[in-house]
Each structure stands twice: as structure tokens, then as C-alpha cells.
Nanobody, 125 residues
């Protein structure tokens, strides 16, 4: 059974920080790019950030550049999304996903093969 499980979501005040984790079981991360996506009520699922299998390539949505950091620890089969300077508009369900890749990563959810269940992030005063 191939699974990705997100954790670390919660409620924070604007300007606060949160670190999301994506734990993978059933396969190793060495040959998979990892993407983080989010979906707010009534909106399309959008790409937030992604990282290539080796960590050599990273991409960020314009809305989170300079605030979010993506990383991975293949030995632990875990990927992370560090979110700083959070804004109310960051409120959404956050998903991690994996796709087979050589050295790139995609921000298109249709490119991903495996998905986690999502974790809620709420930024509010």
C-alpha cells in the first residue's frame, strides 16, 4: 500500500509559522518528486511548491516565494513544507503528492500519481 500522510496543520495567527510533514510508506522517495498543493473552499487545487528527487530543483508559487521553504529527507522517507509569515489567504487544506521523475518537479496536480489525505491550515486572528 502506497501512502503519503500529512501532519503539522493547525490554527495560527497572521505572521506565524507552521511546518508540515509528509511521511511516505510503501515506497522510497529516491525516484519521486514531491509537490505541495492547497485547496480553499470553492477554489481549484493549486500548486504551492515542489522539489525534485535529489532536492536539486525547487519551485514555488509566486504567492509564497520568500515565505515558504520545501525540503526532503529521503533516508527518512519524509518531505517538509516550512511556512513562515503566514497570511489569512494561506488558509486551505494542504496536500502532499508524489510523482515519478528524473530531475524536475511539476506544479500541475494532474502530473502526480500519489496523494495524501490533506491537513487543514487556518490563519486567523
Amino acid at each position: 500500500q502506497l501512502q503519503l500522510v500529512e501532519s503539522g496543520g493547525g490554527v495560527v495567527q497572521p505572521g506565524g509559522s507552521l511546518r508540515l510533514s509528509c511521511a511516505v510508506s510503501g515506497f522510497t522517495l529516491d525516484y519521486y518528486a514531491i509537490g505541495w498543493f492547497r485547496q480553499a473552499p470553492g477554489k481549484e487545487r493549486e500548486g504551492v511548491s515542489c522539489i525534485s528527487p535529489s532536492g536539486g530543483s525547487k519551485n514555488f508559487a509566486d504567492s509564497v516565494k520568500g515565505r515558504f521553504t520545501i525540503s526532503r529527507d529521503n533516508a527518512k522517507n519524509t518531505a517538509y513544507l516550512q511556512m513562515n509569515s503566514l497570511k489569512p489567504e494561506d488558509t486551505a487544506v494542504y496536500f502532499c503528492a508524489a510523482e515519478s521523475s528524473w530531475s524536475w518537479c511539476s506544479g500541475d496536480p494532474d502530473d502526480y500519481d500519489y496523494w495524501g489525505q490533506g491537513t487543514q491550515v487556518t490563519v486567523s486572528s
